[in-house]
């Protein structure tokens, strides 16, 4: 049921506080998703200069993330990761990643110039008028056969150049998201920081992030862990809450296992899956082994306990 509410009297709607979207990017390719989410970056770059957060050049930067751009605008996190790759192509924003599990920065644009340099116009509009003088059968009627012909052939390689566009679309937007989720999960383990403390561990790192990446960005409906079809959605979600400490949890694992592995990535997709329930219990038995250890303890001879 609706609600009943009051009309607007005199210049009572200067009470409320609204958010600014640019008309030129109501007008250009944005999506209206993309383009609110500008506005509610706009607004909080006002909050951030009375906040003093400006870099060293005097350039004011906002923290905007993944979990807000959700929130605000109700979707997913791959709608909410496209449109942040949709400003950030247009050119609306930049975004500086900081390390050390910190949010990134990001610089909202100042939107100064003429739209036309953003959105550059994809074509003229074509007229849908019937061709032809008066009195003259228009293209492609019954009673002129070739020209037909000519313009069936015409829309079959329209729709040849639609289909490929449309996957060559595909792909660069699974490259935009795959690139969003390689950047967020190097920011939840604090990457720069592993490799900066463990130098010789980098390349072991890149590749848990390239089989977290792979595996969030699946196409597929499910994930196979552990001989298990998970829901991709539920293994996205379990791979973006890992953290720095669950990553060098499964580094030890990996190379204190004494058993032969036959199929390590799937082993190690097991074992970043299950970080967050195993490894309290993984360290919890290792303090508990070592209490249980003999000590050395001198016997009366003075030799000590072997």
Known sequence: MGLHLDYFYGDEAADFRFYRVPKALLDGELSLEAATLYGLMLDRVGLSARNGWVDGQGRVFIHFVQTDVQKRLRCGHNRATAFMRELERAGLIERKRQGLGRPARIYVK?????????????????????KGRSGLPGEGAPDRPERAAKETEKKET???????????????DRMD?????????RENIDYEGLVRDHPGDGELFDGYVELMVEAACSTRE??????????????????????REHVLYV??????????IGNIKAYTLAALYNAPATMGQYYAALVSRDLAAPEHIPRESGHPVP
Not at 113 to 127: H, I, M, N, R
Not at 177 to 185: A, D, L, N, Q, Y
């Open 110 to 130: 100042n939107l100064s110039g003429p739209v036309e340099a953003l959105f550059p116009a994809s074509g003229e509009a074509v007229s849908t008028a019937p």
């Open 158 to 172: 329209d729709l040849n150049k639609t289909h490929l566009t449309s996957s060559a679309r595909r792909d660069r």
């Open 251 to 260: 580094r030890d694992c990996l190379c204190h296992a004494t058993a032969a």
């Open 177 to 185: 998201e795959m690139g969003w989720v390689r950047e967020e999960i």
């Open 222 to 243: 499910t994930v196979r862990v552990c001989g298990q079809d998970i829901p991709t959605a539920a293994v996205r979600s379990r791979l973006l809450k890992l953290g």
